[in-house]
């Protein structure tokens, strides 16, 4: 049975302080982190992995990896001691626990670097087929309690049984097939994988050996190791903002999305976007994996903000 939510807890996070710059604010701030976050999506943008570019920032989907590596400089284990930090209920049978989605929200521009502090607990947990969905929602936050990033992690856990279900579901996602209907989107585009993202991705904290160890991941059930959900999702973000923001990392404002089917290091990824009914500034989405034409990353909302805004 499982028990009953563990609560909110704050934890300490921040980015790595061996390499110091001063923005124009005079906030310090670090490279090596932003960088190895955006090679591990697939960047090779200038503003994201060249810390002298006029332009240079944290890509908006950044902040995913600070509840993997905390404050540590290092590999870690896997959980990580951050995730470790934050308790969550017992829960009978699990196999194994897999990236079922994550909404990003940001609430105001992510100062360059510095400490700051991870805030969140388990907010959900239900049952759903041979398992259940848990819902993690984290805060970051700056000494004065401003919240700069929220986020809600989905995990499913396979295999999962006698479930005591807790906490109001926090995601409601975006039937994208209903909503488009028959309409061409407005945004197509196909990119491989590099053959070794995983093992770039893994740098940024989450050390999971089922992304890059072939004996582990057969346990896991999978003939070879699967992408990490959220290097998937670094790759989709970066499509999206690439095709319908020129890149340009302020217009971010939130995103959301499920994933639907494992993706291999070296396969082909095909994002579809649509503009959202009535929705300036909002798009529908998905992902597909060209060689298997399964659907990888369904129900996608992104969120902008209007360019003349900024």
């Known amino acids: 049975m499982a028990g009953a939510p563990p609560g909110r807890r704050s934890e300490p996070v921040e980015y790595n302080t061996r390499e110091l710059l001063l923005n124009s604010t005079q906030t310090l701030w670090t490279a090596e982190d932003l960088i190895i976050y955006a090679l591990g999506i697939g960047s090779r943008d200038l503003r994201y992995v060249y810390e002298k570019d006029p332009n240079f920032a944290a890509f908006p989907t950044f902040p995913v990896a600070l509840y993997y590596k905390g404050s540590s400089y290092d590999v870690l284990p896997f959980p990580s001691p951050i995730l470790e930090a934050f308790p969550v209920p017992a829960v009978s049978g699990v196999k194994v626990w897999l990236d079922a989605g994550i909404t990003i929200e940001r609430c105001r521009p992510l100062p360059a670097g510095g400490r700051f502090t991870l805030e969140g607990g ?23 309690g401003a919240v700069y990033y929220r986020m809600v992690d989905v995990s499913y856990l396979v295999g999962a049984h006698d479930i005591e279900a807790f906490g109001e579901t926090l995601t409601k996602p975006k039937d994208v097939a209903k909503a488009v209907g028959s309409r061409a989107p407005k945004l197509r585009v196909e990119e491989k994988m590099e053959a070794g993202i995983a093992s770039i991705y893994r740098l940024s904290g989450d050390y999971n050996p089922l992304h890059v160890d072939p004996g582990y991941a057969k346990t896991a059930g999978y003939d070879h190791p699967i992408v990490h959900g959220k290097c998937t999702l670094g790759h989709a973000a970066r499509m999206l903002m690439d095709g319908l923001a020129g890149g340009d990392q302020r217009r971010f404002k939130s995103l959301q999305l499920r994933y639907a089917a494992p993706v291999l290091a070296g396969q082909t990824l095909i994002l579809e976007a649509w503009e959202a009914p009535d929705a300036p500034e909002e798009y529908l989405f998905q992902v597909l994996v060209k060689e298997t034409g399964k659907v990888c990353v369904s129900n996608g909302h992104l969120k902008l903000t209007p360019a003349s805004k900024l």
């Open 122 to 144: 388990v907010a959900s947990l239900q049952p759903k087929g041979k398992g259940a969905l848990m819902e993690k929602l984290y805060d970051v936050k700056d000494d004065s």
